[in-house]
T-cell receptor, first 109, second 116 residues
Framework: GQNIDQPTEMTATEGAIVQINCTYQ??????LFWYQQHAGEAPTFLSY??LDGLEEKGRFSSFLSRSKGYSYLLLKELQMKDSASYLC??????????WGAGTKLIIKP | GAVVSQHPSWVICKSGTSVKIECRSL??????MFWYRQFPKQSLMLMAT?????????EQGVEKDKFLINHASLTLSTLTVTSAHPEDSSFYIC????????????FGPGTRLTVL
C-alpha cells in the first residue's frame, strides 16, 4: 500500500532550527509537496521537490532523496508564527496526491 | 499567487437539509479541482477529484449520491452535501490546479459545516 510517515508532533524554541522528516512509499513517484496549515485554516504551499537535493527558499528549505524515499523540511530562525501543522504529500504514478497526517510544530519562547 | 475562494466560510444547518459550497479560482483556469474533508486534529482526506466538464472521481468510501460535485466551468466547482447529518460536520476544503499534475494545488480558505 501507499504510505506517508511523519512525526505527529514536534517542539522547538523560537530562533532555533527544526527539521521535520517525511518518508514515503508510493507506487511510482512524481514529486513531493510540503504545505503549512495553521489551525482552522486551509493549507498553504511551501515547496515542491522532484529531483534529489536541497531547495532553499528563505528560512525554509526542503530536501529530497528519491532512492531513500525520504524528504525533510528545514525551518531556520523559528518564529512564533511558524507554529502550525506541516503536511507532506507525495504524487504517485497516477498523479494522485498521497497526504501524510501532518506534523504539529509547537514553538516555545 | 493564484487565489481560490470558497463560499460560505461557515454554515450551520439542520439535519436533513442540503448545503451547497462553492469553490472558485479567481485568477487562473482550474483544470482540476479537489474536494477535501478534514476532521479536527486529522489530516486532509480527499473526497473527490473533478475535471472541468466531466464527472467527478470519488474516493473509496465517499458516497457520490450524498456529496454531489459539479465542475461546470474552469473557474467554478460546487459541492452539495445532501440530507446532511451531524456526522457530516467537518471542515471542507477545495483546491484547484491549473494544467498538469506537477503544478501545485492552491487551496481555498475552507468551509466549516456544522449540522445540528
Amino acid at each position: 500500500g501507499q504510505n506517508i510517515d511523519q512525526p505527529t508532533e514536534m517542539t522547538a524554541t523560537e530562533g532555533a532550527i527544526v527539521q521535520i522528516n517525511c518518508t514515503y512509499q508510493t507506487s511510482g513517484f512524481n514529486g513531493l509537496f510540503w504545505y503549512q496549515q495553521h489551525a482552522g485554516e486551509a493549507p498553504t504551499f511551501l515547496s515542491y521537490n522532484v529531483l534529489d537535493g536541497l531547495e532553499e527558499k528563505g528560512r525554509f528549505s526542503s530536501f529530497l532523496s528519491r532512492s531513500k524515499g525520504y524528504s525533510y523540511l528545514l525551518l531556520k530562525e523559528l518564529q512564533m508564527k511558524d507554529s502550525a501543522s506541516y503536511l507532506c504529500a507525495a504524487i504517485d504514478s497516477n498523479y494522485q496526491l498521497i497526504w501524510g497526517a501532518g506534523t504539529k510544530l509547537i514553538i516555545k519562547p | 499567487g493564484a487565489v481560490v475562494s470558497q463560499h460560505p466560510s461557515w454554515v450551520i444547518c439542520k439535519s436533513g437539509t442540503s448545503v451547497k459550497i462553492e469553490c472558485r479560482s479567481l485568477d487562473f483556469q482550474a483544470t482540476t479541482m479537489f474536494w477535501y474533508r478534514q476532521f479536527p486534529k486529522q489530516s486532509l482526506m480527499l473526497m473527490a477529484t473533478s475535471n472541468e466538464g466531466s464527472k467527478a472521481t470519488y474516493e473509496q468510501g465517499v458516497e457520490k449520491d450524498k456529496f454531489l460535485i459539479n465542475h461546470a466551468s474552469l473557474t467554478l466547482s460546487t459541492l452539495t452535501v445532501t440530507s446532511a447529518h451531524p456526522e457530516d460536520s467537518s471542515f471542507y476544503i477545495c483546491s484547484a490546479r491549473e494544467g498538469d499534475s506537477y503544478n501545485e494545488q492552491f487551496f481555498g480558505p475552507g468551509t466549516r459545516l456544522t449540522v445540528l
